[in-house]
C-alpha cells in the first residue's frame, strides 16, 4: 500500500510523525510524494493554537476524500477522546480513520531502503512537569516520560551511518531531559558526542528553571564544535505580574540574566525566544515590559504567538480579555522590532568569512546553509551536489531573516 505524509507544528511533532513514516516502510509500504499516487495518508497535527487546530480538521476532511484511510498523529487524538475524534470525521464512512496516541509512537530501526537523508529529528521526551495556564500541549502529552538513553543512542547512530549531517534532538522542554529516569540532558550529550562522525546536534528548547539545574554542564558541552551555539529559551512575557498568571516559574530578570551568561561565554550564540501577546489581563505597560526587554536582550529569533485561549486550560476562564485588535497591534509590534534587531546582528556578518553545511534547496536557484551557530545562509545559483557538504563562505549582504553568503 502507498502513503502520503504531511506533518504540521513543532520539530517534536515532526520527528513523530516521520517515526511513524518509518514503522510502515518497515512494514513493507511505500511512501510517496503526490498524494493522488496514495492509498492512505499520514497527518502529524498541531493544536497549539484554535486557529491551527481547525486548520487540521479541514485537512484532515479533504484527505478523507482522497484515500481509503487516513491515520491521524501529533497532539490532536490526545486532547480528544478516540470515539469523539472519529465522530467529528465521520462525513465520508467510505474512509477509514486511524488515531495514533502520542504514548503510542516507538523508535524502529531505520529501513534498509532509506534514501540519504541529510536533517534528522529525535524526539527524546514526551511531555513536561510544568503547568502553564495556557498550554494545551500539556493536555495532550501529559506529565514527562523520558526515553531510554540507549534507545536515543542507538536513533543517533543509525542517523549518522546514513550521513545525516543535522540531528535535532526536540521535546517539550529539553532540559528536563531524563529527570524521570536518573539521568540527565548533559550525559545524554555526553553519549552521543562519543559517536564518530561529522554532524552537527541542535538542541530544542528549554526552559529557563530546568535549564538552571544543568546550566554548567551544558555550557561546557555547548563548546564542542559538533553542538551548534544555539539557545532556545522562551520568555513569553517581559512582565512577571502576566509570568505569574502564565504560571511560569521563572522572572524575567532571571530569563535575562541566563541569556547574558549564555552571550558573554559564546558571543555569537543565536538566542531565539517566544513571547505571547494580549494574554489575559496584560496591560498596556505589561506589554511595553516585554517590548523594552527584547530590546536589551537583542535575541537573534522571536517567535510572537497571539494570545489563543484553548478549552479546558486555566487561561481560558480567565477574565480581562485583551481585545483581538489589541493583540493584532501589540503582535505586529513585536515583529517589527524582531526584524529591526534581527536585521542589525546579521549585519554585523557582512564581511566575514565561515564554514556553514548545505542543507537543501530553498528559492529561485539557491541553497539554504546553515553556520555553526544555526544562522542561515543563502547562497545563489550554486550546485545541488554541495547538499550535505561544509564549505567556505564569505557574507555578502544581511536580510531581516538570513544572511546572504558566496563559496570561496
Known amino acids: 500500500m502507498r502513503f502520503y505524509v504531511e506533518a504540521y507544528g513543532c520539530t517534536m511533532n515532526q520527528g513523530e510523525t516521520e517515526m511513524i513514516a518509518e514503522s510502515l516502510e518497515r512494514e513493507g509500504h511505500e511512501r510517496v510524494e503526490d498524494l493522488q499516487e496514495a492509498d492512505r495518508a499520514l497527518i502529524g497535527t498541531c493544536v497549539v493554537i484554535e486557529k491551527t487546530e481547525n486548520r487540521m480538521k479541514r485537512r484532515i476532511e479533504e484527505l478523507q476524500e482522497e484515500v481509503s484511510e487516513v491515520i491521524v498523529s501529533g497532539c490532536l487524538p490526545s486532547i480528544e477522546s478516540r470515539e469523539d475524534v472519529k465522530e467529528i470525521f465521520s462525513s465520508n464512512p467510505e474512509c477509514k480513520l486511524n488515531l495514533v ?49 540507549g534507545k536515543i543512542k542507538q536513533r543517533f547512530k543509525e542517523l549518522v551511518s546514513r550521513s545525516t549531517k543535522e540531528i535535532r534532538l526536540t521535546c517539550q522542554d529539553t532540559a528536563l531531559y531524563g529527570k524521570d529516569i536518573s539521568t540527565d540532558l548533559n550525559e545524554l550529550l555526553r553519549e552521543l558526542l562519543k559517536v564518530e562522525g561529522d554532524y552537527r546536534i541542535r538542541v530544542g528548547m528549554m526552559n529557563v528553571d530546568t535549564l538552571k539545574e544543568i546550566k554548567d554542564g551544558f555550557l561546557d558541552l555547548l563548546g564542542n564544535d559538533r553542538i551548534y551555539t544555539f539557545l532556545h529559551l522562551p520568555l513569553q512575557s517581559g512582565s512577571n505580574a ?92 513585536l515583529t517589527d522590532l524582531r526584524f529591526k534587531i534581527s536585521r542589525k546582528i546579521n549585519e554585523g556578518y557582512v564581511g566575514k568569512k565561515t564554514s556553514v553545511l548545505v542543507l537543501e534547496e530553498g528559492k529561485k536557484d539557491s541553497l539554504k546553509a546553515r553556520m555553526d551557530n544555526y544562522k542561515v545562509v543563502i547562497l545563489k545559483n550554486e550546485d545541488k551536489e554541495l547538499i550535505g557538504n561544509r564549505i567556505e563562505v564569505e557574507i555578502k549582504r544581511a536580510e531581516d531573516i538570513y544572511l546572504v553568503g558566496k563559496r570561496i
Not at 121 to 137: E, F, H, L, M, V
Not at 275 to 287: H, R
Open 101 to 149: 496516541q502520542t504514548d503510542d509512537v516507538q523508535f524502529v530501526s531505520t529501513p534498509k531502503n532509506d534514501p540519504k537523508s541529510i536533517r534528522g529529528t529525535i524526539p527524546i521526551a514526551s511531555g513536561c512537569r510544568g503547568d502553564c495556564s495556557y498550554c494545551i500541549t500539556k493536555l495532550a502529552r501529559g506529565d514527562l516520560k523520558s526515553r531510554p538513553p
Open 242 to 333: 502576566v509570568l505569574k498568571r502564565m504560571n511560569r516559574r521563572y522572572t524575567a530578570e532571571g530569563w535575562l540574566d541566563l541569556t547574558k551568561e549564555f552571550r558573554e561565554k559564546f558571543p555569537e550564540l543565536t538566542l531565539s525566544t517566544d513571547i505571547i501577546v494580549g494574554f489575559p489581563g496584560e496591560t498596556e505597560q505589561n506589554f511595553e515590559k516585554s517590548r523594552e526587554l527584547l530590546k536589551r536582550a537583542k535575541p537573534d529569533i522571536v517567535n510572537v504567538t497571539r494570545f489563543s485561549p484553548r478549552r479546558n486550560t486555566k487561561a481560558a476562564e480567565m477574565e480581562e480579555k485583551v481585545h483581538s485588535r489589541e493583540k493584532k497591534k501589540r503582535s505586529k509590534d
